[in-house]
């Protein structure tokens, strides 16, 4: 896993030097293209188990270069996009991206995402077989509602017994919004009142152990003004 | 003051004209020095006298009543008379008062004023004679010197009061509207009455004071020369009717004169306004001025008119053509009227085509303009990011190099800190462009405005640990339900309470409050302040302006811009005000 081949493409040759040293670093082997055709050459030559790709570059943009990678290949893809909007987020993740970093990215958090989409491919195996009905498998989270147990892109995290059970009800819900005073109620067993407070620090807490980035949270998502919810991915 | 004695001193001159009445002084005893030489006398007595010793002849029989005279009277039957005389001589001693009859015509003494007027004795050959006593005239010239005693002062007293009333009226006229300080021209509120109003006033005024005056003053039964209860009574409701209609007719006088001086006595009176209104009106149907400079509509407008008059005449040609029995002519006009409104219609279609493509056309000026304008801010975006990217991947790959110098890694440190800060500003920057450009996706739903405050105090309740300042909330029970996008609200609010963490007093408290205002959600957000806010409402709220001058905080300077460009564009209003050292944003919403 370590000697992982990833691809970095992006037509600015700076920020391909430059990722290229970040994940070298970590002891990945990367490979660079300059555009979207190149990237699609380079992955019929070489051993590659993850690519980063740029949106606007000449000759094949990121965008429809993902789409026809999509159509022979499923390795994670992590669009890296100077653009910002939740539509180009979601625009991106539609045509089949794993994840969607904005630039400029920290590096670090770069890195702990490559490894996680990382992690999550190659144990894509054990994820697979969900046969387990007391398994809720959701992006890189794996919930065991029997043994208690919470995997994040296969690594063991340790959540206290309200969390988990937060956490449980929401998986079981995904995509739904329950308020505050639902999951307390649900949670606590008890009469929710002023509670906001409790579940948030809670939610927070959470989001610090299953989120690479908690201030941008890809699982666990605030609906303000309404309640909470765990993305359906 | 000037106004308070001409009030006053008009009004003493009516009670004084009053007060005459009631003495019964004859004003003539002013002019005259001598009762006999009066015209009251001349008429009342010797005239008066004449004519009824005349009558006494006609009818053959005495004069009624005892005259202030002696007479005697004689014809061809009788004689009469109220003195045992009958010469001429006794009669005649009276010389300057002395009259007779020859041939039916009145003659007088040597001395006597010649009577004037009376000849009307039809008997020719009677013969009378009148005169009066010396005595008499005596008794009568004393009285009449007596009035004259009583009127003198009286008169003065009037005289001195009306021209002291002119004068200070003179005054009044040419100082009123005028201040001490400058030159000029200062109106009253009663000024805004419109002139011709005011004149009306001046109507009722008068009308009630006459009316006042009969009932109270002239009404009484005079029984005496001299004054009695009744008369004082009288005397003081007439001078206070009086200081009343004076002072109002001053009133009312001063202010048309205020007006005549500004020159807007005639302009700014009800008829006039009324005329240039319904003038302008009328006028702005039928000139088309609306419509200048659109020369579209305004070629509709003429050619609306052209076909009202055109029809007009159509159907007057039609009754005329009736009329006058030419019948067969009759088709004509609805023929051609059928022609003017081929041409009418032909002519608005093409006018209308016109319009709209106008309107396509500036309506896709527009649309370029801001895809334009969408497109730069993308760009310019793209192109801040691109290199910016690389800045910071390098420092970072920079500062993991292992042999750097202390010195080499202090300044990396610094490049570090710095590329942060840049890409905060260009991530702020970036999103004031796209809310205030409009161009920005948004997500309206039904939301809880309390619960967002409480999730977001949730969310930044490290920050909040962390500064060591108190947030005290009051909220209501209820949810309050307003139509927003969540997540653009939520930055608001963040914004707002992480610039109130950042500038607040420490140990000081910053409020949180949510109320329901005239149908509005109000979240009020109040601090005080660490430094002293020399800025305006206005400039806290312009971009890259910050509470503290040297900028010496991570943020980007464009929190509370962004605060209100997002509040705008999710339907509400942020608004920040400054007390002394209280900073309050007020954002407020329509409630749903």
């Known amino acids: ?233 | 003051m000037a106004f308070v004695i001409v009030v006053l001193s008009l009004a003493a001159v009516v009670v004084q004209i009053q007060y005459a009445e009631y003495m019964n002084g004859n004003v003539e005893s002013l002019i005259v020095d001598r009762y006999i030489n009066s015209e009251e006398f001349y008429y009342g007595q010797v005239q008066n006298g004449l004519y009824r010793v005349s009558r006494a002849i006609e009818e053959g029989k005495e004069v009624e009543g005892e005259p202030d005279y002696i007479y005697f009277a004689a014809d061809k039957e009788k004689t009469f008379g109220n003195t045992k005389w009958s010469e001429r001589e006794f009669y005649e001693q009276y010389d300057q008062t002395f009259y007779y009859l020859e041939n039916g015509d009145w003659k007088a003494g040597e001395n006597a004023n010649p009577p004037r007027q009376y000849t009307l004795v039809d008997n020719t050959e009677a013969i009378a004679y009148v005169a009066f006593t010396d005595e008499y005239m005596a008794r009568k010239q004393l009285e009449w010197e007596e009035n004259r005693a009583v009127l003198k002062p009286l008169a003065l007293r009037m005289a001195l009061g009306v021209s002291l009333a002119l004068l200070l009226i003179a005054y009044l006229i040419w100082a009123t509207g005028r201040e001490p300080d400058d030159k000029e021209l200062h109106l009253a509120k009663i000024d805004a009455i419109y002139s011709d109003v005011l004149l009306a006033l001046f109507l009722p005024v008068i009308g009630a004071w006459v009316i006042s005056i009969g009932e109270f003053a002239f009404s009484r039964n005079r029984l005496f020369d001299g004054l009695g209860m009744n008369e004082v009574f009288s005397m003081s409701v007439t001078g206070g009717a009086t200081v009343v209609a004076v002072s109002l007719c001053g009133i009312l006088f001063l202010s048309l004169v205020r007006k005549l001086k500004s020159g807007k006595l005639l302009k700014h009176s009800f008829i006039f306004v009324a005329f240039a209104a319904s003038y302008d009106f009328f006028k702005s149907l039928f000139d088309g001025r609306r419509f200048k400079g659109n020369t579209h509509t305004q070629s509709l407008f003429k050619r609306q008119w052209a076909f009202i008059v055109a029809s007009a005449s159509m159907v007057f040609m039609t009754f005329m053509f009736l009329f006058s029995g030419v019948l067969p002519l009759v088709v004509l006009p609805p023929a051609l009227e059928m022609l003017i409104i081929y041409w009418y219609i032909k002519g608005n279609n093409k006018t209308f085509v016109e319009i709209n493509k106008g309107f396509d056309e500036s309506l896709g000026e527009q649309m370029k303009a801001e895809r334009m304008k969408i497109a730069l801010v993308t760009n310019v975006s793209h192109d801040l990011k691109t290199p910016l990217t690389s800045m910071i991947s390098y420092v970072d790959l920079l500062s993991k190099e292992e042999d750097l110098s202390i010195v080499a890694r202090d300044y990396v440190g610094i490049l570090s800190e710095k590329t942060n800060r840049l890409k905060n500003i260009v991530s702020d920057l970036f999103d004031l462009a796209k809310s205030s450009s409009g161009d920005i996706s948004m997500e309206m739903e039904m939301l809880d405005i309390k619960k967002l405050i409480e999730q977001t105090m949730g969310d930044m309740d490290d920050e909040i640990g962390k500064s060591g300042i108190e947030v005290k909330t009051r909220l209501p029970q209820e949810p309050v339900m307003i139509l927003s996008d969540g997540k653009k609200l939520y930055r608001v609010l963040q914004n707002v309470l992480d610039n109130a963490l950042k500038y607040s007093l420490e140990g000081s408290r910053i409020y949180l409050e949510l109320e329901d205002r005239d149908g509005k959600a109000v979240t009020i957000v109040k601090n005080t302040a660490s430094y002293e806010m020399n800025f305006t409402e206005e400039e806290i709220l312009q971009r890259f302006n910050r509470g503290d001058k040297a900028r010496t905080s991570e943020g980007s300077g464009l929190g509370l811009s962004i605060a209100e460009s997002f509040t705008r564009v999710c339907g509400g209003e942020l608004k920040v005000s400054v007390d002394g050292d209280l900073f309050k944003v007020a954002i407020s919403f329509p409630l749903s």
């Open chain 1, 1 to 233: 896993m370590d000697n992982a081949g990833i691809l970095v493409v992006d037509d600015d040759r700076e920020i391909a030097g430059a990722i290229e040293k970040l994940l070298e670093r970590e002891g990945y082997e990367v490979k660079k293209a300059y555009d979207g055709l190149e990237a699609l050459d380079a992955l019929v030559s070489g051993n590659i188990q993850l690519i980063l790709m740029d949106v606007m570059m000449p000759r094949l943009d990121g965008l429809s270069a993902t789409l026809k990678i999509r159509e022979s290949r499923n390795i994670p893809i992590i669009i890296l996009s100077a653009k910002s909007e939740d539509s180009d987020k979601i625009l991106g993740l539609s045509m089949g991206a794993d994840d969607y970093v904005t630039k400029p990215f920290n590096p670090d958090e770069l890195v702990a995402r490559v490894k996680s989409q990382l992690r999550r491919y190659m144990l894509l195996g054990d994820m697979g077989n969900v046969s387990n009905s007391n398994q809720i498998a959701i992006g890189g989270l794996l919930l065991d509602t029997d043994a208690k147990q919470l995997k994040v892109d296969g690594g063991q995290v340790h959540l206290t017994a309200k969390e988990f059970q937060i956490l449980e009800f929401l998986m079981k819900h995904a995509g739904m919004v329950f308020s505050a005073e639902k999951i307390y109620e649900r949670v606590w067993k008890a009469t929710p009142y002023s509670v906001e407070n409790t579940v948030m620090v809670h939610i927070r807490r959470i989001r610090e152990k299953i989120e690479i980035n908690p201030k941008e949270p890809n699982y666990l998502k605030v609906v303000w003004g309404i309640g909470y919810k765990i993305e359906k991915i």
